[in-house]
């Protein structure tokens, strides 16, 4: 597939066509879920109205080799991410305090000082659970030749998205089956649309955790942030939990946890207490299995340092944490750039001695590094093409010399952290030396050019679809339950994520407001 077989995108619609598919798109996702909360300064605690999620009318056309690519290596990278996160040494060297990131970046520091002292006072969890969402472009450098597959990033925490990303591909089959797309293209036919099942895939990855738990009436907790407008993507998981396992759910903030959350000093059992009368027979507390984080991969969630504390706290207990505070830290993009070093990648993957027969192949370890664009830290001596300034490391020197084809990553999620191209060198200019540790460098990405999509946000009739040329980012879920004595993984990759976002814009991310929900055609 190269890279102008995927221009021509979307068929071109009549008038009328495009305000009948937006009536039907926009009614299907109100109708099933497909929604936030709207922005409202204060939130009433029982929201009476929601919107719909910003959304593409036509689903995006992706290679089906790349789709299968990515989907193959999922397996692999849950596995790489789970020893990563079990290595404690390569942690602390890598995001450790003394060592590491933390020294320079202090919210990284300040998580790592409290798995630190959970190591310490022996209490280190046995078994760790990962939701996780591995996120690609498509690379098209030079329109002759093939497109590829290239990695953006890997997310350890709050990977959100998976429950409206199947409600998106259930959308665009729907707008398939109700119009046929008005017969506007050959592409557009039922065998080119995959199934999104992630909705079951993930609350499979966390009724497994609950059943390790082996406390039937326990509850899973959902760690969420106050006013939090993506309510929905994380009730589907909520709904199918209690249909499906009948497992209860308890949603609380960090906040209201440094009230409620307990932890039993015998057994270290954990538990939430809950207003009186909402639970059976009198009780006012609940035991927690698992505690589900959708809360607590920026500072901003840790407005104190007990909302720290809480992570201690919570981390201290017998509750398998998804994500532990060492999954957590696996996931920071340092990790991502030191696993691109020579070697690294191949002690976790396929070293014999440490992993015995759980090793993969030579080829499999190939395709993962074929999945990766160049990265180096600023803080790190780098081959460059020219002379520096001693003031300067190659790192920093290399950055500058190549800015146009960068962007710079410091160690944070959630979407709006970067830096990119022309704003790298002013940005160096005024970077102090010792905070070059906590920043890497990373190609960019050249996503094709020249595909366009119908994106249709929030805001009032016709007026808010709008024709753009665009970039697709694809996301494959896995989840991972791993640890105990024996070190054992059990894994599945279990479904997928488009966000679509406007080509001018450098940034994706939903929440953050920059793109839209989109699903896949391939071809
Ligand atoms: P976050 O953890 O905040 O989501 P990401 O690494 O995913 O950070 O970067 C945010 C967005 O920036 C991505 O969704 C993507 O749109 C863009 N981006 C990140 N890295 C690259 C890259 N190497 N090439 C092109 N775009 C990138
Ligand atoms: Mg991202
Ligand atoms: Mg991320």
């Not at 450098?141 to 497109?147: A, D, I, K, L």
């Not at 398939?176 to 649309?193: C, I, Q, R």
């Not at 939090?228 to 009948?246: A, G, I």
């Not at 396929?350 to 015995?356: A, E, N, V």
Request: overall charge negative.
């Amino acid at each position: 597939m190269s890279h102008p077989d995927l221009m021509k995108w979307p068929p071109e619609l009549s008038e009328a066509q495009l305000q009948a598919l937006t009536l039907l798109a926009t009614t299907y996702a109100l109708s099933h879920g497909l929604n936030y909360l709207p922005v409202a300064d204060v939130q009433p605690p029982a929201p009476t109205s929601a919107i719909h999620a910003p959304l593409a009318l036509f689903p995006s056309p992706f290679p089906r080799n790349l789709f299968s690519l990515a989907r193959r290596l999922q397996r692999a990278y849950n596995v790489l991410y789970a020893r990563v996160a079990l290595d404690e040494e390569f942690l602390d060297n890598v995001m450790g305090e003394e060592k590491g990131v933390g020294k320079v970046d202090q919210f990284t520091g300040q998580l790592w000082r409290r798995w630190k002292r959970l190591r310490d006072e022996g209490l280190t969890q046995d078994l760790h659970l990962g939701l996780f969402r591995s996120d690609y472009l498509m690379h098209a450098p030079r329109p002759e030749e093939p497109v590829t597959l290239k990695q953006v990033e890997f997310n350890t925490i709050s990977s959100s998205f998976g429950s409206l990303s199947q409600k998106a591909a259930e959308l665009h089959e729907y707008l398939y089956a109700s119009t046929g797309y008005y017969g506007t293209s050959p592409v557009l036919k039922k065998e080119n649309f995959p199934q999104n099942r992630t909705i079951a895939g993930l609350a499979e990855g966390l009724a497994e955790a609950h059943k390790a738990y082996n406390v039937p009436d326990a509850r899973i907790l959902f760690v969420v942030q106050g006013g939090e407008r993506n309510v929905f993507d994380q009730r589907w998981l909520e709904y199918e939990l209690l249909e499906k396992y009948s497992i209860h759910v308890v949603r609380q903030t960090m906040t209201q946890l440094l009230e409620s959350a307990q932890v039993h000093p015998d057994n270290r059992t954990l538990h939430v207490t809950l207003p009186q009368g909402l639970l059976p027979d009198g009780a006012n507390s609940v035991e927690i299995s698992t505690v589900y984080l959708r809360a607590g991969y920026t500072p901003i969630d840790y407005p104190t340092s007990a909302h720290y504390d809480l992570r201690y706290l919570l981390e201290s207990s017998r509750a398998i944490q998804c994500p532990s505070i060492q999954l957590q830290l696996a996931g920071g993009k340092k990790v991502q750039e030191v696993l691109t070093r020579p070697g690294v990648l191949e002690s976790f993957l396929c070293d014999p001695g440490r992993w015995g027969a759980e090793v993969f192949t030579p080829e499999e370890v190939d395709e993962i590094r074929g999945s990766w664009m160049g990265m180096w830290g600023l803080n790190e001596d780098v081959p460059t093409g020219s002379a520096h300034d001693p003031r300067e490391t190659s790192g920093v020197h290399k950055a500058r010399e190549s800015a146009s084809n960068l962007v710079l990553k410091p160690q944070r999620e959630g979407g709006g952290n970067n830096i990119y191209k022309d704003a790298i060198p002013s940005f160096l200019d005024n970077l102090p030396p010792e905070e070059r540790e906590a920043w890497i460098a990373m190609e960019l990405i050249a996503a094709p050019q020249g595909l366009e999509n119908y994106l249709v946000r929030a805001g009032g009739g016709t007026d808010s679809t709008v024709k753009t040329e665009v970039v697709s980012e694809l996301g494959i879920f896995g989840w991972a339950l791993f640890g105990g004595p024996e070190k054992k993984i059990k894994e599945k990759e279990v479904g997928w994520l488009v966000r679509t976002k406007g080509k001018d814009s450098n940034e994706g991310g939903v929440a953050a407001g920059f793109s839209v929900l989109d699903s896949l055609i391939l071809i």
